[in-house]
């Protein structure tokens, strides 16, 4: 799939939009979609947030005749209204053909057995996971979530060789596998992973406790759901279905699309979708786009392992910085542990960062690790920071990376 055919695709949707679509027809009144004709056209059209599909709730998204709305499922509600979205016969469809992609990427075979422990319902990821594994011919095992004591004994009994999963839940299971003293009898080979932004050091655990080799999935179910991404056996970045949706990179702040390799959110345009059709949907999720091929040989284009959500995002001297850059700065600092906090301050006319860190060295050793903790940012995100190395145990424990973060500038 080129660029010249993804702006085909692109095109022949927005030929159409305003008369499918209530929402587009609205959004877009006063736009002349017709006299949109290059990528820099496209880019100029307005992009579309989750509030105003929140707006549009129940069915204001709906662009298909009720006849043809097989299904609809909808993004959790944490916030108050939750979004729907319906699907056609053929978005289903399609949905199964990425995912069945995603376990064929993941080495999945039609002899396998997997095990799925993400919920069912109206929430995308239980049942995306069964059809694409279906349509591969693979004998599905439809848990849903929690009840370990099952989980296990199903895992055992039926040999599952493959398990779809949150990244906590996975952690779960790899822990009461643990102490139950059972990894002798456990079949797993493979571990599907998604919908959870997850550290390296928690990817490290979870493979090794449960023996396995993971693959991160990527999705959200204003898109379909999880499964228009995956990452390969090379473990550099997830690969997207490139023929389904559209992925571009922008400033959050800005709104501008960045250069290819340099970090934004992602935006997705929807390439085939009918029952309700985005254009320049803002997932909040923070990546980049990953230039050249992969050396797994697979043509599909990719993406970074998602960093961090935009909300988590500060700017500082002009430049912006994600939790998820910090973490992986201090995590290979050698002789810093994971550990950190950061505390952005407004002194006389200018901001200053400084990145407190725990460490084990001695005194004498601890200026040469700061000096090296600065280089690295200065490198990597082209900030000049202050480095404070401090003894371990005097920075205050934090499970959410954005707690770790303080902006004492307003
Ligand atoms: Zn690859």
Redesign the pocket.
Known sequence: MTNDDQLRMILAGLSDLKERSPFYREKYRDLDLSAVKTWEDFRKLPMTDKHELRDAYPLGLQAVPEKDVVRIHSSSGTTGTPVIIPYTKQDVDDWSEMFERCYRMAGVTDMDRVHVTPGYGLWTAGVGFQAGAERLGAMVIPMGPGNTDKQIRMMQDLRSTVLCATSSYALLLAEEIEKRGVKESIRLRRALIGSERWGDKMRKRIASELGVKLYDIYGLTEIYGPGVGI????D??I?YWSDFIYIEIIDPKTGKNVPDGETGEIVITTLRKQGAPLIRYRTHDLSRIIPGR?????EFP?IATLIGRTDDMVKVKGVNIFPGQIDEIISEAEGASSEYQVMIDHLNGRDIMTVFFETKLPAGEKEKLEGAVCDMFKSRVGLTIVAKAVPMGDLPRSEKKSNRIFDNRY
């Open positions: 990452s390969c056996d090379c550099s970045g690969h992969c050396e797994c040989g697979s990719r």
